[in-house]
């Protein structure tokens, strides 16, 4: 791995890279991988690389494009323990963000990166709208609305029953990520769940039983939640880190494709 020049990169998006040398890592990190990090110091933020004694000679950034603050860095199978993995790097509003490409992306520019975090939902509906290339980077178009990792795709014609409609309710990818909170939303289909700090994606019905019996005095609080539902939003959608969105009428929320990434057991912190 050329230390110097990755870090000449990121000087060219306009972000700071430190990378450190460690000889123990995490337990749940196997001991030849990188971990890929945003931190804070008295400068601000920045991209903190910490690879193992003698680094990598697989880690490079396949492309950089300065005037969108992104770059992508793929990591071969050395560099991660497994399959060769890609990390989009950049800026989204107000802070700077990893996130991990879907393992089945071909992506060696930033530009095919970014559309490969798209779910299929949005991809159809800039499609439907013929957006081109500028447009679809935007976070507001015809198509959809983007805040953080979230999409909502507009559904003007629905209606749903007023008793239904949960009010104030949070929008998390369950892994400890600081939720979106929505004004309006309802949810149909999916899987109940249960959730809570020991279980953030949620046990099934028989696996929270099945932990209840074995733990019947334990303190910690469960909230009963949809996985996998379909989701839709209206009203105000709010995020410290992003700008407050607006949904006048219903749109359907959708996640970006993070969660089809390994690269993402390789960053600590997304969003």
Not at 161 to 171: A, D, I, Q
Request: net charge positive; proline share 5%; charged share 25%.
């Amino acid at each position: 791995m050329d230390t110097y020049t990755i870090t000449r990169e990121f000087e060219r998006m306009g972000a700071r890279l430190k990378v450190n040398t460690v000889r123990h890592r995490r337990r749940e990190q196997p001991v030849n991988t990188l971990q890929l990090d945003i931190a804070t110091d008295r400068k601000g933020e920045y991209f903190d690389l910490q690879v193992p004694l003698g680094g990598f000679a697989d880690l490079h950034v396949t492309d950089n494009v300065p005037r969108l603050r992104h770059l992508l860095i793929t990591a071969g199978r050395r560099a991660t323990g497994g399959n060769r993995q890609k990390f989009l790097c950049g800026h989204d509003e107000r802070h700077w963000f990893i996130a991990g490409i879907p393992d089945n992306s071909k992506a060696t520019r930033v530009l095919d990166a970014i559309e490969a975090l798209k779910p299929e939902e949005v991809v159809v509906a800039q499609s439907r709208a013929g957006l081109k290339r500028k447009q679809r980077l935007a976070r507001k178009n015809a198509a959809f609305i983007r805040q953080g990792e979230w999409f909502f795709i507009p559904c003007p014609k629905f209606h749903f029953p007023h008793e239904s409609v949960l009010r104030r309710e949070p929008l998390s990818r369950g892994n400890g990520s600081k939720p979106h909170i929505v004004d309006e939303v309802f949810r149909r289909h999916g899987e109940q769940v249960f959730v809570s700090s020991i279980a953030p994606t949620g046990f099934t019905i028989k696996q929270y039983n099945e932990w209840l019996a074995r733990n019947p005095k334990s303190p910690i609080g469960w909230q009963a939640m949809m996985r996998n539902a379909e989701v839709y939003a209206r009203g105000c959608v709010r995020h410290a880190d992003h700008a407050t969105i607006k949904l006048p009428f219903w749109h359907r929320v959708v996640m970006n494709t993070e969660n089809q990434s390994t690269a993402m057991s390789h960053v600590v912190f997304l969003d």
